[in-house]
C-alpha cells in the first residue's frame, strides 16, 4: 500500500522557470511533511518540511503548500536553477513511526 | 557536526553470498534507521532503532536480513543469503529522538551478480 503518492515522475523546467511537484497522502494522522532533496551518489537531504497547523511555509526560493481537506501538499522551487536538478522525495509520518516516501521526481533545469 | 558515517560506499556480491554494512550516526543520536532504496524508488524503510532496541521491523526480510545495535550507538545490517533482487543502496539515517528530522548517510550501493 503506498500511503504517499507523487507527481510527476520527471520534470523538466527552463532556468529560471517555477518547479512545481506534488503528493497525495492516505493517511490522517500524518503530522509531519518533509520534502528531501538527492542528487546521485547522495543520501537525502532534508530541504523544508511542514506541518498540518500552516497552508504554506517558504524558505528562500522553497516553497510548499499545504492542504489538509485534500491531503494534499507540494513543492514551489521559484526561480529554478540547473544546481536544484536532483531526485525529490515528499514523506510524510505521525508520532514515532517512520517516514514514509513517495516515489520520487527526477527533476532536471535546462538552460 | 560530523553526518552519519556508511561503509562500504560500494559492494558487489554473487546471489547466496552474505554481506554486511556498517552505520555509524550522528553522535547523541538515539534513534537509527536502515532504508532500502531500490534504483528508481523512494526509500523504504527496513528498520528503526531507539537506542539499542528495535522500535519497526515489520518490513525487513528476517529470513535473510539482520540489523543489530548493541550498545545504541553504531549499528550493522546483515543479508545471507543475498538474492539478485537485493540489489539496491542501504541508507541509514539518525534523529535525535523520534522523527522529527532524520539525517541520511551517503549509502552503500549493493550490487548482487
Known amino acids: 500500500q503506498q500511503q504517499v503518492k507523487q507527481s510527476p515522475q520527471s520534470l523538466i523546467v527552463q532556468k529560471g522557470g517555477i518547479s512545481i511537484i506534488n503528493c497525495a497522502y492516505e493517511?490522517?494522522?500524518?503530522?509531519?511533511f518533509p520534502w528531501y532533496q538527492q542528487f546521485p551518489g547522495k543520501g537525502p537531504a532534508l530541504l523544508i518540511a511542514i506541518r498540518p497547523d500552516v497552508s504554506e511555509k517558504k524558505e528562500g526560493r522553497f516553497t510548499i503548500s499545504f492542504n489538509k481537506s485534500a491531503k494534499q501538499f507540494s513543492l514551489h522551487i521559484m526561480d529554478s536553477q540547473p544546481g536544484d536538478s536532483a531526485t525529490y522525495f515528499c514523506?510524510?509520518?505521525?508520532?514515532?513511526?517512520?517516514?514514509?516516501f513517495g516515489k520520487g521526481t527526477r527533476l532536471s533545469v535546462i538552460a | 557536526e560530523a553526518g552519519v558515517a556508511q561503509s562500504p560506499r560500494y559492494k558487489i556480491i554473487e546471489k547466496r553470498q552474505s554481506v554486511a554494512f556498517w552505520c555509524n550516526p550522528i553522535s547523541g543520536h538515539a534513534t537509527l534507521y536502515w532504508y532500502q532504496q531500490i534504483l528508481g524508488q523512494g526509500p523504504k524503510l527496513l528498520i528503526q532503532f531507539q537506542n539499542n532496541g528495535v522500535v519497526d521491523d515489520s518490513q525487513l526480510p528476517k529470513d535473510r536480513f539482520s540489523a543489530e545495535r548493541l550498545k545504541g550507538v553504531d549499528s550493522t545490517l546483515k543479508i545471507q543469503p543475498a538474492k539478485l533482487e537485493d540489489s539496491a543502496v542501504y541508507l541509514c539515517a539518525s534523529s535525535l529522538y523520534g522523527l522529527t528530522e532524520a539525517f541520511f548517510g551517503q549509502g552503500t550501493r549493493l550490487t548482487v551478480v
Open positions: 514523506a510524510a509520518h505521525s508520532g514515532n513511526t517512520p517516514l514514509v
Open positions: 493517511n490522517t494522522a500524518f503530522d509531519y
